[in-house]
């Protein structure tokens, strides 16, 4: 069996290193099951900075990828088209036989869409979550990418019930967990305390780690800057920890904002954002995979987004949703404050053993 695994951007990393180690293992083991799986490893380039890109396949042990389509930043039409292009040439001359895409960045369902109109198997990791929320790229991403899929491995429950909604097969739903779990679970021994740690004297549990990168968000100068005033009000002179996305960059140019406690840094390496957030009295963030960590760390985590596509960090995990309104953020803080945030648990089958479960199926699949 041929498989690709597709990888484009910051969050697929996380999510491809535990399959491709456990993809290692397996065929460092067993002599039937050796070369039973060919995989081959493609980098779509959608992120291709070191600290977006490089800085993950360094740390998470990641091999090179066998394949770098290169197509850099563009608008969603740009990168989809580029991306399209430049795979469908690739499998044409050296096709295979499963494409394996996670999450749901433009790589996910570009790659998906290639592979589905040239007959191959598409697999989806993390497959079946909505936010029902269609402003977003990535709900358009995971509606197109899940109604091509053959296989959809799922991390809960909620996934499974919207792909059976959906009228897919119950034999083509595996529900085997978070690989991204699987990774946190991997790695926690070895987060490294960054330099900035040193530098902005953070205490245990003394501070808060911050990202913002959804268009919602952050392509509005005036919002962000009033949700911004509104947490730094908020933090109550706690230092917070702002690892900057480069879209969000660029926007925080034009506006200037400053705050003595807000510390503005460039995007971290895995290891040492996880230890930030691991030590920190709490996590405000609009990503959806941060609070997949933040709930498995049982650290207490405000999204500010109107919906998740992951709402068992909510119903079982420490995250809450906070919004979109600067207006709404102070009654959280109040809560976070006095002490009164749920301690949360972890859902089923985040027991960092997803990626086992997957290549099990894989190797059944043949
Ligand atoms: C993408 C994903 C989003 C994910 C996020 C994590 C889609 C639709 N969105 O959004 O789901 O949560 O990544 O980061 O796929 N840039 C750099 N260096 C890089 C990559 C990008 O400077 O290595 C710049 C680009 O030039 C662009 C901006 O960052 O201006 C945004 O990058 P883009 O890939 O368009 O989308 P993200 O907002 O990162």
Same mark, same amino acid.
């Given at each position: ?11 697929? $990393? ?42 993950? $396949? ?14 850099? *930043? ?81 991390? *809960? ?50 501070? $808060? ?63 040492? $954002? ?93």
């Amino acid at each position: 069996m041929k498989l690709d695994i597709i990888a484009g951007a910051r969050p697929n $990393f996380m999510k491809i290193a535990p399959i491709i180690d456990e993809l290692e293992r397996v065929s460092s083991l067993s002599e039937d099951r050796r070369n039973k799986i060919q995989y081959r490893l493609i980098h779509t380039g959608q992120h291709y900075d070191k600290k977006m890109s490089g800085s993950f $396949f360094d740390q998470l042990g990641i091999p090179e990828p066998d394949v770098n389509l290169e197509v850099g *930043s563009g608008t969603q039409a740009e990168q989809t088209a580029r991306i399209m292009e430049r795979y469908e040439q690739l499998l044409l001359k050296e096709p295979t036989d499963w494409v394996l895409v996670v999450g749901d960045v433009t790589s996910t369902m570009a790659c998906s869409i290639v592979a589905k109109k040239l007959g191959m198997g598409v697999i989806h990791v993390e497959g079946g979550i909505r936010s029902n929320d269609i402003t977003m790229p990535e709900e358009i991403n995971r509606m197109v990418t899940d109604a091509i899929t053959d296989i959809f491995y799922t991390t *809960s429950e909620i996934a499974n019930k919207n792909l059976q909604k959906l009228g897919h097969d119950e034999s083509k739903i595996r529900y085997v967990g978070n690989t991204m779990i699987d990774t946190l679970l991997k790695n926690m021994s070895r987060f490294i305390k960054p330099t900035i740690w040193d530098d902005h004297q953070l205490k245990e549990k003394g501070y $808060f780690v911050m990202t913002l990168h959804r268009p919602a968000n952050v392509d509005e100068e005036v919002k962000l800057k009033s949700l911004i005033d509104e947490i730094v009000k908020g933090t109550r002179g706690m230092p917070i920890i702002f690892p900057v996305h480069p879209r969000t960059a660029k926007i925080l140019k034009i506006i200037g904002i400053e705050a003595e406690n807000l510390h503005m840094v460039e995007p971290l390496g895995y290891l040492e $954002f996880n230890y930030l957030v691991q030590h920190a009295f709490a996590v405000i963030t609009d990503s959806g995979g941060i609070t997949e960590e933040t709930t498995v760390l049982k650290v207490p985590c405000m999204t500010l987004r109107d919906n998740t596509e992951r709402p068992e960090t909510i119903t079982i995990g420490t995250n809450e949703l906070v919004g979109t309104n600067p207006k709404n953020v102070a009654p959280f803080m109040e809560k976070l404050h006095q002490g009164k945030w749920k301690t949360g648990d972890i859902p089923y089958l985040w027991d960092g053993k997803t990626a086992e479960r997957i290549v099990n199926d894989l190797l059944n699949l043949i």
